[in-house]
């Protein structure tokens, strides 16, 4: 498993990042040209190749107007093609949640998963539906990034103790030398993302070698779900990542407050110019609505959060070999209405990162992560499986006569879902509240188990109820 690392630039001299700034402005063209070009069910989605490609560009001479050297445009047809190919994974992973809610029959299931992943799904009229709806034609608006492929560059340490990266510029054997803030020589391919006037070095290290990744995870399973005031609770009852709801609120008031006051400033210079006072709107856009100080503001918020959220998640599998949770990357399908600055948290609330957080330190130390399917997760009580009404973080169930800490409880029925036989992680949510409500209504009459067949009766006895079994 790779992992990445940044590595910055310090007191980059002006001259060299301009002629970076340019490589990687005419690096861009040729990203435009290849999404506009092979972006589409004719290019890499009829699973045409980097490599074909650059061939084709070497025979009719379209790289020369570009004004590169080859290994760079080289090195970028082959990123575009894989964002490209990336981008139609995506899409598929929506069509596979729409075959698993249009059918339970499981040869045609098997049917149109291999037709998607063998990319013939012009051949079914559904399939090819839901890949229109759910793969749009993109374009490329990476206009600040270069590829350096690992053997074009080199990094050597003067005697100062300083290490300077020489990578390629605009012409042949001649180098530009980025002075870096690290110790630590980047190998591998590199990515530099040109940044407010400083270069960001990206590379991947193998994850073997950073040190938590020796760290052994636990012995037991957990269930955990994901919050807004803490990063993950888990069904013991413990509460990690509990900074995260006041990272998140301080940094959106803040930009809430400091947007404001810049577009009170952006009037104040319309206006200026209106009147013909270009001095001062000149003034004005130069030296208040710059954008270097707010990305960097943005930048260390986001390295905060990402701090918060993965020594969460570290502290959940020093505990547990297997972690249970629900599909974090899908949107959210509530129905009621929020104010505007609930509204404005919520849509800062990393839970992607969450998701490759639990992922990746997974998949790292060794501890399986399992996903289930999540849904009135939050609304039953995990003792009796009745539906009851939320309030905050608590959860009153009236047929228990108990108050359960909301989230500790939805943490406890996600755990219940991995051994499920009857929710799937892709039920539908009013299958799931229907499965639910039977279940309640069973257990308040002391009914046997209906259920005239026989294969589902044999999986019930296998895998037991759990919520059901609760009170037992």
């Known amino acids: 498993m790779k992992v990445t690392r940044i590595a910055y630039s310090t007191v980059l001299n002006p001259g060299k990042y301009a002629a970076l700034a340019e490589q990687a402005h005419r690096l861009g063209r040729v990203r435009s040209e290849v999404w506009q070009r092979y972006g589409s069910i004719a290019g890499v989605g009829a699973g045409l190749r980097d490599r074909q490609v650059r061939d084709r560009w070497l025979a009719d001479g379209m790289h020369v107007p570009f004004g590169v050297l080859a290994n760079a445009w080289k090195e970028t047809v082959r990123d575009a093609t894989a964002d490209i190919a990336a981008n139609l994974e995506a899409a598929k992973v929506q069509v596979r949640r729409a075959i698993s809610r249009r059918t339970d029959d499981p040869a045609e299931r098997k049917r149109m998963f291999t037709a998607l992943k063998a990319d013939r799904w012009a051949e079914d009229p559904f399939l090819a539906r839901q890949m229109r709806k759910h793969w749009k034609r993109g374009r490329n608006r990476t206009h600040d990034q270069i590829v350096v492929r690992a053997d074009a560059y080199n ?52 994850a073997s070698r950073m040190r938590s990744s020796q760290r052994p995870c636990g012995q037991r399973t957990l269930g955990v779900d994901k919050g807004y005031t803490e990063v993950l609770t888990d069904s013991d009852g413990g509460h990690h990542g509990t900074s995260l709801g006041r990272l998140l609120t301080s940094e959106s008031d803040r930009l809430k407050e400091g947007n404001r006051r810049r577009a009170k400033l952006r009037s104040i210079a319309n206006t200026a110019a209106l009147r013909g006072d270009h001095a001062k709107a000149h003034r004005i856009r130069s030296h208040n609505l710059g954008a270097v100080k707010r990305d960097r503001q943005a930048a260390r918020h986001r390295a ?25 990357t899908k949107r959210f399908a509530g129905r009621k209405t929020l104010g505007k600055n609930v509204n404005r948290r919520l849509a800062a609330w990393t839970k992607g990162v969450t998701a490759e957080a639990l992922a990746n330190v997974s ?110």
Not at 195 to 206: A, F, L
Not at 304 to 328: C, M, N, Q, S
């Open 155 to 206: 990094a050597v340490v003067d005697g100062r103790g300083r290490l300077w990266l020489a990578v390629p510029g605009l012409r042949r054997r001649q180098m530009v030398r980025i002075p870096l803030s690290t110790t630590v020589a980047p190998s591998g391919t590199l990515r530099l993302i040109l940044r407010g006037g400083r270069v960001e070095v990206h590379y991947q290290i193998d």
């Open 363 to 472: 998949e790292r130390r060794g501890s399986a992560l399992v996903h289930v399917n999540a849904a009135y997760t939050s609304q039953a009580c995990h003792r009796c499986g009745r539906l009851c009404r939320r309030s905050g973080d608590r959860l009153h169930c009236t047929s228990c006569g108990v108050v359960w800490q909301a989230d500790v409880n939805a943490a406890i029925n996600i755990l219940h879902r991995a051994g499920d036989p009857d929710i799937a992680l892709h039920t539908p949510c009013h299958e799931v509240k229907q499965i639910l409500q039977d279940r309640t209504d069973r257990h308040r009459t002391r009914l046997p188990v209906q259920d005239s067949s026989p294969a589902t009766a044999g999986r019930r006895a296998n895998y037991p109820n759990r919520s059901a079994m609760s009170n037992e």
């Open 304 to 328: 905060r959060v990402r701090t918060e959220i993965f020594t969460a998640v570290h502290r959940i599998v020093d505990k547990a070999a297997a972690v249970v949770a629900e599909d974090l």
